[in-house]
């Protein structure tokens, strides 16, 4: 009884009811609007990039990876490229380097892979890396590629196969 003594005291003038089928449809509407943005923008982007032939940032990356010595910066290139994870690997010979480990300050010489990819097979080589690499945290390190020359781009779609 008290409850209906409360509704009939709090009850709205019909200018201010907000009709709640309405006010859900709008919610849902922006909501779904926001969550499907990203997505349309992304496909907006790739079908200009297609029907112009023009670059889609970011499409491609270049992955940093640190080695202990020459040799096994040669062992993981090759496996790299053996799994069609990269179109080419740099090797860079000499790399000192100074860190933390464990509380202390390192130095060592390393040797650099610079690693030249498309951008949706980095986490797979990230999973590789840390699955065969001596190091107990590996460093790999990757920065999307903004521009450069098309034809080059071309060329590392065709040795990185897109699953």
């Known amino acids: 009884m008290k409850l209906d003594w409360l509704t009939q005291r709090c009850q709205l003038p019909a200018a201010q009811s907000c009709s709640r089928p309405g006010c859900f449809t709008l919610l849902l509407v922006i909501t ?15 079908l200009h990039s297609a029907v112009t032939g023009s670059y889609l940032s970011g499409t491609h990356s270049i992955a940093f990876i640190n080695c202990p010595n020459e ?19 740099n090797i860079l010979p000499k790399a000192s380097s100074m860190y933390f480990w464990k509380g ?60």
């Open 32 to 46: 779904l609007s926001l969550l499907v943005y990203p997505v349309l923008k992304s496909l907006g982007l790739q």
């Open 104 to 163: 202390e300050i390192e130095e060592a010489t390393e040797i650099l892979l610079l690693v030249k990819t498309r951008t949706s097979k980095i986490s797979e080589l990230s999973d590789y890396i840390r699955s065969m690499h001596p190091f107990e945290i590996p460093e790999l390190i990757s920065l999307p590629i903004d521009q450069g020359n098309p034809l080059y781009f071309k060329w590392i779609e065709e040795g990185v196969p897109d699953d």
């Open 71 to 89: 040799q096994v910066a040669k062992d993981i290139a090759r496996a790299i490229m053996d799994k069609k994870l990269a179109a080419c690997v």
